[in-house]
């Protein structure tokens, strides 16, 4: 039923805010990094803006000010408060954003129970829960950047972190391509950049078995990795030259040597046998040239993944612990060496909407795969994220391919 | 006794920040802007630091990394926290803060009540309270500027603001200057910069009886202050040219014609009666050339003000009502020609105690009097407060000389 | 006979120079765009480097400082003088570029007419000669952009330039695509970038007759194209917002109306006939959404491209004054949808030569048949020229696909 | 005879241009320089633009657009070309500038020589040749900062450099002050700047006989001066900690130990009997509160330097080789403690000639005497010269008070 997953998806956000204070949910650390408030809010604004206030008959906004306070993006919706400036806004208060969620809640459930609804509201109301979805992940990295700039190392988790056994040696497994369908195959949801589904031709490739691990890397950072200038593309060595790259994001050399690593559940000593995490397209990059390897294209890892099952999240991702292609789902983003551009044959939906996708299709690159910090539901083969070439705080890691 | 007196300051911080909610608390609008908690534990650091960690036989940090955390600028005490970064600080909550007030309180008690503190001890004592208060009215502004960024336009304090009756008419008053004694006289409390009393040739001067009204400003705007050149210094044309200086900071052009001003009543119609406020050295040195006078040095002012009576505050500057010199105190800090240099023979303390006031003398600029935000008991003739010539969200205002 | 090839294009960069002054040679106006002197020097400093230091047997710099100052990104032959301070080299004066230019040049001459070269020292040569014939093209486009910050406007070229005829109306021309070899066919020179050939998949399409003209370009400015953010990129219409892109780089408003363009033979009036150039991506991607149409895939254009023949340059692109498929080559550098990444199987050339393109790969466009400022020679349907999406001081242009 | 007096300034200005190149004349390497050929030009637009313009019957420009590209900062003469894009003026040529100064020095010079000139005329142009002067100070600093910049390390003057004798010891001499007159007292020329000569109390100062040497402030340096935060102002430790300051402006460490120093006549081994130059107000204070002294105020330095003689200048400062109070001037201009502000009763002229000195008033510091690069008969005791406290190019030294 859709009203249950709606409730079931809407419920997952308040959980995830479940063990932050409310300074915790307003602060913002960087401009592309939101408060935790702002996507409770945000999300909710999704719904009141582009299902409620058509759909119902005398629509009355929760309040005036939240229409500009909470768009994202939508130039078609109207002007937005400056991103940089998420984090000043302290009122509304929490307690007034858990008022708006309620409110909206009860007026969506409203509408989903009059009646079975029609087509265009239930595509309408799951395109909001996969939106909602997203920024369950973002609440999490958002909320990691910001714990990581506080000299006390707050956990967000409090529970403990074991050390993971070795994982099998890495393999490269390899695969036919052809002229390959690449795309979503319309079962289910999908986003618009994944459409249309069309033909691609793929050389044949070699993908590895699993995730490049911490120990990997770093035999890479010691190997002098970050000091051979023909490893780096010209705009990553550009930033090791300044200083702004020399680890993933999140590791710290420790005072009596060794490496720590922040997470969620604070800042513990770097585990060799979970995925590295939290790199550039850049490093990756850097990586594989290192390793006499490469990243693979977006068409090549989908043609992968049609074969792979999707793996469970945390807060963390965990090792390899399976032979065969593993850590596909659930662990890290891939890179690809693919630029996000839109599929031949792609249209946007017409009005605000579709302002989702498509004006984001320059100088970004697409990572394939989902999370630890993806919510359970959210992965398949075809799904296309994308982020600029320097991030670092989603997350992010290798897949080495051939 | 000075353990009340520790006592009374030490509670009029409470109260100000009794209003606002732990978010507000928490975030920072700007670098030279900090949160109301950071206020709130950095005057605490400041005893902590400076006494019980001197006084203490046993002395044990309330928490190891406050010391870093909590340390404003003082280079002999070690390293500090990025400033632009105190927004961040979620963690220590407000209420783990209320609690290392409480802490430090009870213990610097034990300190004054166990006999009567030496003279070393009553200085330092009074030092921090001299300091808390400094911060008790950077408590107002910081959280005025932050409250400004919000398109809700919340109020600080919920009471209204009515309009003031017009004031006498602006009067110059003659002074005969003279070979003066300036700075402070010894008795009672004195910052290090106020110091030694020097003489000084002060050439006759009159000082007009009241400060610059909002009226009488907008008259300025209206005759094109905004759009003259001739007007202007050179560096603040640049401003005005680059669109950075229009009008004071929290004016605000109302849609059907006419100004707001946002205050910390929330915001509402220019009373052209109270003080303008909010404004640049720019400004108000280019509002002075246009009314064909100037602004006086800060000696001038400081032969005036021994005659002058100190008037009480609020939260918002009020109007002139008295004939005679008026506004001297109690309504806006007062931008004078004099940079803030040492006076002749100017020697700061020893120690890190010493990083007060000397380091900063250089590019800012001398504001004389005290505002509607400076606590009570607070001001004095001889008080050098000091900005960069551009600041504008300190309370400040225009004092005519000739 | 490969030294006289060597010859002509060496002297075909001294002709480009003949028109300017020691102070236009000098001068840089941009870190993007370098002196002409500085061309002059590097593309001598190519030679020597990897040709002259290589091959003689007691070689000796011309000059040892020489080396650094006109390295421009070879980290492979050490320490390179900063990008962007290349303007502030008024030595070595331009006559000493000069010797240094006729010293290389006999030398290189010795090298070459000492018996038949052997295939290694062919190939360097030709890839100097090309890198030369690269240079040549951005010393018209870099003078260009210095003599359009001067308000007295000067001419490089001081022939005027005459209104062009009407081209015929654009068509869109269809295209079967299917299963196609990419990249260069190995008859005659290529760059490493174009290889190697390789199969792709292009469903059908159809491709414009000419490139979109200035009078084409106009009725989207008077459409109001840069103030609807429905038809931009979202960094492009971060751009618009700002100011930054307002119409193509070398427009200027008359001040009785209408529009000037400034070209090599100065500012003159706007020739609608002749094709719109000097714009970024983001303009070219608004301007074919506005059209209801699309910008080509490098893949679309190559395959179209086999059929086109080579047309001649000038110092400022000509209108489209035949039927069928024209203004592929000799008019403007067209915008394709492609991010410049490395065909499937590419790998650089070993050694501080490999450095050439691979490092270039990221966050940047690939632009597809060449310019009226392009060398004679130098343009073929594989060739991959590229630069980031603002780019707008090359010769570009928009060739529209659906 | 003021005729004759216009010649030989001008003619000064075409003797220090004398060694530089075109190019070196067109090359800007910062903002704050100008190129020397704008120098040249600027100051002939002063003379076309205040004196010719307005005595000449029929008065045609020389070059329209000159009037905007050779206008430094007079609103109200009208518009400028942007400061940072002087360089980029490769047109007019060198030679059409000379021909500029050429055209304007004979039509001044038929104004001149037409009778006797009327005491406004001559006013103004007295302070053309003064205003001139000035400029000439700047053609060897600007061009200095230019030739530094190139690691070819070029010499503006062929000549060398003799190591000199070591200085005798520096002394404090006494001065008494007391209720002293400070500013021009109407012999000769003066810019307004120096007016009204005023009273002004003056306690008992000792001033330095000499100014502090290249090897004392190596002593500085070698004792951790840039390493002790206490010695410095808050803002010149930003500047330290941040990499901006570690040594004097041309000073690099030579790769085998030691100390080299770019001068107009090369780089050469630092000489330590020479005092030390191109350092800022953060540095001059830092050593001062170092030697445990400090820095004069304005007004101490003009009560001692009128018992000063004027020495003579060079394109280097020399050591100090006499006894009792010298190096006033000739030098090093000597930074002082007073921020640049206006004499009590100071009034600007009227009109655009205004802008001269007025409107620069703020967030500048007095340096009094005059360098080695003043032009002789330049200089005078009641003098003000100023810039920003960060300022090094100029040649800047530190003249001791207690």
Redesign the interface.
Known sequence: MLSDHFQAVRQRSLQLAAPL???????Q?MPDASPVKWHLAHTTWFFETFILEARESNFTPFHT?FR??FNS?Y??VGPK?PRA?R????????DEVWAYRLDVDARMLRLLDAGSPDAALAELVTLGLQHEQQHQELMLTDVKH??A????A?RYDGEGMRLEAAPLPLQFLEFDGG?VEIGHDGRGFAFDNELPR????V?PFALASRLVTNGEYLAFIEAGGYRD??L??????DKVASGELAAPLYWRRMDGGGWAEFTLHGELPLDPARPVTHLS??EADAYARWAGARLP?EAEWECAARLAGIEAGGAHPGAALAAGLTQMFGACWQWT???Y??Y??YAPAPGAIG?YNG?????QYVLRGSSCATPGGHARASYRNFFP?GTRWQFTGIRLAR
Chains 1, 2, 3, 4 share one sequence.
């Open positions: 204070s409310n300074e915790d949910c307003c602060a650390s000010a500009v306070l993006y130039n078609g408060h400036q984090g000043l806004l302290t009122r509304p208060s929490l910001l714990l700039h506080n000299p006390i707050p002229l069309h033909r691609s031709y050389a200038a023909a780096w593309l010209a705009e990553g060595w397209l850049y294209t060496s693919s630029s551009a839109p031949a044959g302002e004006k984001f299709m320059i100088n070439a």
